[in-house]
């Protein structure tokens, strides 16, 4: 008996801290509903705002004439004005539903307002939308053939498998309308990461003699010989195509999704690494050699390039300006063809 009348004496010392702990929290619970009233209202301005510069844009456009401007405006300005009184008259009911019952278990939402006993959680608030975004990114991924023209030299001839030489592109690019009420000119920019193999035929590989690197025939058969150049470069287009043009109320934006699009443009960047991989048999055992050195090759890198797209797939080429080797009395130049796909 003495033990529960002791427990019974610490549950009441422990009573009055918790009911006013309860207390503090619902009057911080109501504060913050107040804070909410306050940035219903400016959320509401700032969205009539945008709807009458919408308005204004296609009063200035000539899509509509002064006196409809006027009554969208009336007809904006009384929508927003009635969101504010609907909005405030929920909040005001939360308010009162909160203290009415305290304590309660279940949680309950209104415009991502949550209540549970007796606390307050307010959603994210709605992220402004931006009337006009001119600056959209993308990645940008490209695969396909590679090899080199040679001076006095035809493909056919190359020292380099057509089908065994490939290249692979991975970036990321910005495209920004250049006109401010036209889509059919974009200017498209970003950086790439470029690895341009070249596979070598013959049983040859590459090797340094001086500030020259020729072709030389190996002593064993080589069952892979591999060259590849690794760029950092950040190529310029400009895009031409069609595009078509969504409107919202307060906001609207230019597609080229399944569009015809036209890029023209080039790069210019650095070296990364340069690579040789050779495979072969020797004494029954397969070895794998790997040669990082420069090889003679230019570090700076430069070029032209373009694509012809339909939606997100483009037939893509590039062209290296700068030859391969520095020295060589033979210029090689890397050249590309593939796909495309900036993915938007």
Request: hydrophobic fraction near 35%.
């Amino acid at each position: 008996m003495r033990t529960l009348i002791l427990l019974f004496i610490i549950g009441l010392s422990f009573l009055p801290n918790t009911i006013n702990a309860q207390t503090e929290e619902q009057v911080e619970s109501v504060k913050q509903f107040q804070v909410k009233k306050e940035e219903i209202v400016n959320q509401e301005k700032e969205a009539l705002k945008l709807e009458v510069l919408a308005i204004n844009k296609r009063l200035t456009a000539n899509e509509i004439t002064a006196e409809q401007a006027s009554d969208l405006k009336k007809e904006a300005a009384k929508k927003h004005a009635r969101n504010i009184e609907d909005k405030l008259t929920i909040i005001e009911s939360q308010i009162d539903l909160l203290e009415r019952n305290a304590g309660d278990e279940d949680d309950e939402s209104v415009f991502g307002i949550f209540i549970g006993k007796n606390k307050l959680r307010i959603g994210q608030a709605e992220r402004e939308v931006v009337y006009d975004r001119r600056t959209t990114s993308d990645i940008v991924l490209a695969i396909g053939l590679n090899n080199a023209i040679i001076d006095g030299q035809g493909l056919n001839d190359s020292p380099y498998k057509i089908g065994g030489s490939r290249f692979f592109e991975l970036g990321y690019a910005w495209k920004t309308r250049v006109f401010e009420n036209s889509n059919f000119l974009r200017l498209k920019y970003g950086f790439s990461f470029q690895f341009n193999g070249l596979k070598i035929d013959d049983n040859q590989y590459l090797v340094e003699q001086g500030d020259q690197t020729v072709l030389e025939t190996y002593p064993l058969n080589l069952d892979k010989s591999k060259f590849r150049m690794d760029n950092l470069v950040f190529p310029v287009h400009f895009e031409i195509g069609s595009s078509t043009k969504n409107e919202g109320d307060n906001y609207f934006r230019y597609s080229t999704k399944n569009k015809f699009k036209l890029g023209l443009g080039g790069y210019a960047g650095f070296n990364l690494l340069t690579i040789q991989k050779l495979k072969y048999e020797e004494n029954g055992e397969d070895r794998k050699d790997k040669f990082k050195q420069n090889f003679n090759t230019n570090n700076f890198i430069y070029g032209l390039s373009s694509y012809v797209a339909f939606g997100d797939t483009a037939l893509y080429v590039k062209y290296d300006l700068n030859t391969i080797f520095k020295n060589n009395p033979v210029e090689q130049r890397n050249i590309s063809v593939g796909l495309r796909f900036d993915m938007d």
